[in-house]
């Protein structure tokens, strides 16, 4: 079992399933994928990054976190650099290895800062400039993960337990690549 500095969640064990497993879309996903079997709470990694955007002479700081076990979610936007009182310490297995090295991750940042970028504009782009500061330490970020199904077959659902947000997709994949190696 590992120790890791973690975000500290906004929503419980039973908040992941009243919102993942709860009300009418629940008996739904019951219906099509089988009852819960389970719940867990599961960590992501991230390598957070100080990104400095210059675009048409101005200029805009931000702090970004991305996973470092793949690179392939979303940036983690946050206001400013989680203080103690927004940490916790937890004793898990929960939680892959970072895959990903500083120098591979500053470019995967970098580069999805653009896309993002470009996505708002491209003609609104004039002399930009993307700089990423990896910044020490590594924290992750809390999930909790819905199990359903019946006999062999098995699906999942993820709750983002600091923004109390169903994630898609990606973390799924990410997740799926996890409990499969």
Not at 100 to 122: C, H, M, N, W, Y
Not at 170 to 177: A, G, T
Request: glycine residues 8%; positive net charge; proline residues 7%.
């Amino acid at each position: 079992m590992s120790r890791i500095r973690s975000l500290r969640p906004n929503a419980t064990r039973e908040d992941a399933l009243e919102q993942l497993a709860g009300g009418l879309v629940g008996v739904l996903r019951s219906a099509l994928q089988g009852p819960v079997r389970s719940v867990a709470d599961f960590y992501i990694p991230f390598i957070f990054f100080r990104v400095t955007i210059t675009n048409a002479g101005k200029s805009e700081t931000q702090i970004l976190g991305l996973d470092s076990v793949s690179g392939s979610l979303d940036p983690y936007h946050f206001e400013r650099i989680p203080d103690s009182s927004q940490l916790i310490s937890v004793d898990t297995r929960n939680c892959p290895q970072p895959q990903l090295d500083p120098e591979s991750a500053k470019e995967i940042v970098v580069d999805k800062v653009r896309r993002l970028l470009f996505q708002t504009g491209f003609f609104h782009m004039r002399g930009l400039r993307i700089e990423a500061e990896p910044l020490p330490g590594e924290l992750c970020v809390p999930y909790w993960v819905v199990f359903r199904g019946r006999g062999s077959k098995a699906s999942l659902s993820v709750l983002d337990a600091v923004r109390c947000k169903p994630e898609g997709a990606k973390v799924r994949q990410l997740l799926k690549n996890w409990l499969t190696a």
